[in-house]
């Protein structure tokens, strides 16, 4: 992917969405996209898996009205391997408590441990907690994609527009079929969860403020933070450094976010593929 990923596009459309009055037409435009293609493609049920942090717990908020309103299930699950600590389970069990149909709380640390066994050369170094990061990721969501297929449904993407552009995500890991929020900042998610908020009842409530007051985290035992591996206080100002950037705010090309996007634009063009073209050398 270009750098020039968004300069390439109407700027305007990438603006904060803070008010309410911004933030209330968006739910219901993501709400009827999912339902529409729910029944175009005639699925029978969607599935999340839930972390216990802000981005899943919004997706099974935002959609648990569409699967009430076409009568399937939500399916969730939260699978521990590890690292997730006890704050992060407590709250993933609240969230699939709240809003799934069907939750079901996993834990897969013997299955991936000895998977981890089988790891050739891992040692105390980052890579080493990136690989075990990503092998933590791709095992749940074998799972995820395996209940999809059994429920003849699809698996949602809980990413959101600031983590996809810094890579902050597991290529054929925490991926999913259909992702209703990628075009959202990550301080949108925040703001769409804080408007969600105040017309839940108090289950509900409860459990989705617990993920938007929480720590974000992976999960994956790499940092004790997202913001820790990010290099940056807030997500505030994530999102404020990518869209100066994109703005033409050339000083920020040796910021440490900038250089996660730019390194990380093989997975926002995978797979590579040959062209027809230079494979019958015309081009």
């Not at 527009?161 to 990550?186: C, S």
Request: net charge negative.
């Amino acid at each position: 992917m270009s750098a020039l990923f968004l300069r390439d596009r109407d700027l305007s459309q990438f603006r904060f969405l803070e008010k309410d009055g911004e933030i209330a037409p968006v739910i219901g435009i993501m709400r009827r996209e999912v339902r529409d293609y729910v029944v175009a493609t005639r699925l029978q049920s969607l599935v999340v898996g839930i972390s216990g942090g802000v981005d899943s717990a919004f997706a099974v908020a935002l959609l648990h009205p569409v699967c009430q309103e076409l009568g399937i299930p939500l399916c969730g699950r939260s699978i521990t391997i590890e690292t997730n600590k006890e704050d992060e389970i407590r709250r993933s069990q609240a969230v699939g408590a709240a809003f799934c149909d069907d939750f079901q709380y996993l834990d897969y640390t013997e299955l991936y441990m000895h998977f981890q066994s089988l790891m050739p050369s891992l040692d105390d170094t980052m890579l080493s907690k990136l690989r075990k990061g990503n092998a933590k990721a791709r095992t749940r969501m074998m799972a995820l994609y395996d209940l999809a297929q059994q429920r003849k449904g699809m698996v949602i993407s809980t990413d959101n527009f600031t983590e996809y552009l810094t890579g902050f995500w597991t290529l054929h890991g925490d991926v999913g079929d259909y992702a209703p929020f990628i075009n959202l900042w990550k301080t949108e998610v925040y703001a769409a969860c804080r408007f969600l908020c105040r017309s839940l009842p108090p289950k509900e409530r409860e459990a989705l403020q617990s993920c938007i007051d929480a720590v974000p985290t992976d999960g994956l035992g790499i940092s004790s933070s997202d913001l820790e591996q990010l290099g940056v206080p807030s997500y505030a100002e994530v999102d404020r450094i990518f869209w100066e950037y994109f703005n033409g705010n050339r000083s920020l090309e040796s910021n440490v976010l900038i250089q996660r996007y730019l390194s990380s634009s093989y997975k926002r063009n995978n797979p590579v593929c040959i062209g027809r073209g230079v494979l019958l050398g015309l081009q």
